[in-house]
């Protein structure tokens, strides 16, 4: 199974800060990656899609890029809804596999 | 708007067979979507369980494919998922998916604890 490693683990930033989140897969993937939002008690929210593909409805703060192996989401200026777990996910092939998460925290 | 709703037994003893079934709604079931499982132990991180295709191919996690099936009844629009031999360790919130590339639209999952 393909490992996705995601860092770091979590993060501490204020409002308004430039945050960036990076999965690395163990080979590669093409860009067959999408990441998640996660807010306690919620299902996880689709941001990005297929690497570097904003899905219809989420804000243009948050952006991604990536391919092959290195992926990085970014959020250009942090806002205090994007407090919240983030994921990654590869569907290159099976069986699908999650990063281990990334949880950005207010400073 | 696509909606999926999980439902199924909250609490379950150890051994036990778990079976949640997952309604859809405002998408047909046969409109060529795949639509997949994905469960989260308390606390902790997202697993990957299994996606089916509306005319039955299945794909299943290897660390769970000797005890899970996931099935689809296009006539109700649901589709279903069945985990033998519980243990404690599969105590997580369960979530139905459509996938569309992605994992585009989700249940709001539905917490299930296996306990004596």
């Known amino acids: 199974a393909i490992q996705m490693t995601q860092s770091p683990t979590s993060l501490s930033a204020s409002v308004g800060d430039r945050v960036t989140i990076t999965c690395r897969a163990s080979q590669g993937i093409t860009n067959d990656l999408g990441w998640y939002q996660q807010k306690p008690g919620k299902a996880p929210k689709l941001l990005i899609y297929a690497a570097s593909s904003l899905q219809s409805g989420v804000s243009s703060r948050f952006s991604g890029s990536g391919y092959g192996t290195d992926f990085t989401l970014t959020i250009s200026s942090l806002q205090p809804e994007d407090f919240a777990t983030y994921y990654c996910?590869?569907?290159?092939?099976?069986?699908?596999?999650f990063g281990q998460g990334t949880t950005v925290e207010i400073k | 708007q696509v909606q999926l709703q999980e439902s199924g037994p909250g609490l379950l003893k150890p051994s036990e067979t778990l079976s949640l079934t997952c309604t859809v709604s405002?998408?047909?079931?046969?409109?060529?979507?795949?639509w997949g499982w994905i469960r989260q132990p308390p606390g902790k991180g997202l697993e990957w369980i299994g996606n089916?295709?509306?005319?039955?191919?299945?794909y299943y996690n290897p660390s769970l494919k000797t005890r899970v099936t996931i099935s689809v009844d296009t006539s109700k629009n649901q589709f279903s998922l069945k985990l033998t031999s519980l243990t404690a360790a599969d105590t997580a919130i369960y979530y139905c998916?459509?996938?569309?590339?992605?994992?585009?639209?989700w249940g709001q999952g539905t917490l299930v604890t296996v306990s004596s």
């Open positions: 089916i295709y509306y005319r039955g191919s299945t």
């Open positions: 998916a459509r996938v569309y590339g992605d994992i585009d639209f």
């Open positions: 405002g998408n047909s079931i046969s409109s060529g979507y795949y």
């Open positions: 996910l590869q569907d290159y092939n099976y069986p699908w596999t």
